[in-house]
């Protein structure tokens, strides 16, 4: 048993010697169907020869509807494969199409990144928008209702059941992210948002609460 063992774990370091490495998997989308009132999660998974350690963890960047993931691994000493499992949270993002490119580098040290290998997968994603345009628009079923005051309101929107510590996000009547910040003793600053009409969702664990309000210089 011990001997078909080691066969195997030989074949493996061979398959992934003769292959790009690291071998990256095709990333896990959290929720598989985004809108733009899901807090959105990407699960990578990387595997590396002979044991391989972490030079640098996974990070994202996100810029316009680019979203760019990168890791770096050293090798160890040991002829089996390691498997490295990270989650990233890329958090709250405009409806429209993203390209997701994750690169992974096999590094030649284990102290710093010095590649001598590298791979990369892409993906495309869809964010849905969960609100109807125009001005008389409602927020999607399934979300509970804000109590938003005053409203029109010119420089504080107050923002009823909620915790203190939950994250906001502003967005223009088509859907647009404007704003995005976290509340601070159930209190919205609006003073840098144009006079308007605008949807409001709060994120607090796993809820997701909606409210809309207006912007007005001649509000309370």
Not at 79 to 100: E, K, M, R, S
Not at 113 to 132: A, E, F, K, Q, R
Request: hydrophobic share 40%; aromatic share 6%; glycine share 6%.
């Amino acid at each position: 048993m011990k001997k078909e063992l080691l066969v195997l774990v030989l074949c493996l370091s061979a398959f992934y010697s003769q292959a790009q490495l690291p071998y990256i998997a095709t990333p896990t989308l959290i929720p598989q169907n985004p809108t733009n009132a899901s807090s959105v999660k990407i699960v990578t998974k990387v595997t590396t020869p002979n044991l391989g350690v972490i030079v640098n963890i996974a990070t994202h960047t996100v810029t316009g509807q680019q979203i760019k993931i990168s890791s770096c691994y050293g090798q160890g000493m040991m002829p089996a494969t390691q498997t490295f499992i990270d989650t990233l949270v890329i958090g709250l993002l405009p409806p429209g199409n993203y390209q997701i490119t994750q690169s992974a580098f096999l590094s030649s040290t284990n102290q710093h990144c010095t590649p001598i290998d590298s791979n990369v997968v892409s993906l495309s994603i869809n964010v849905t928008n969960t609100l109807v345009t125009g001005t008389d628009a409602t927020p999607a079923a399934g979300f509970k209702a804000l109590a938003l005051w005053p409203n029109p309101c010119v420089s504080t929107l107050l923002i009823d059941d909620t915790s203190g510590e939950a994250e906001v996000v502003v967005l223009s009547v088509s859907g647009a992210l404007v704003k995005r910040t976290r509340l601070n003793n159930k209190a919205l600053d609006v003073r840098d948002l144009k006079d308007g009409f605008y949807f409001l969702k709060v994120l607090e664990k796993d809820r997701v609460h909606a409210g809309k309000f207006i912007k007005s210089g001649t509000g309370q």
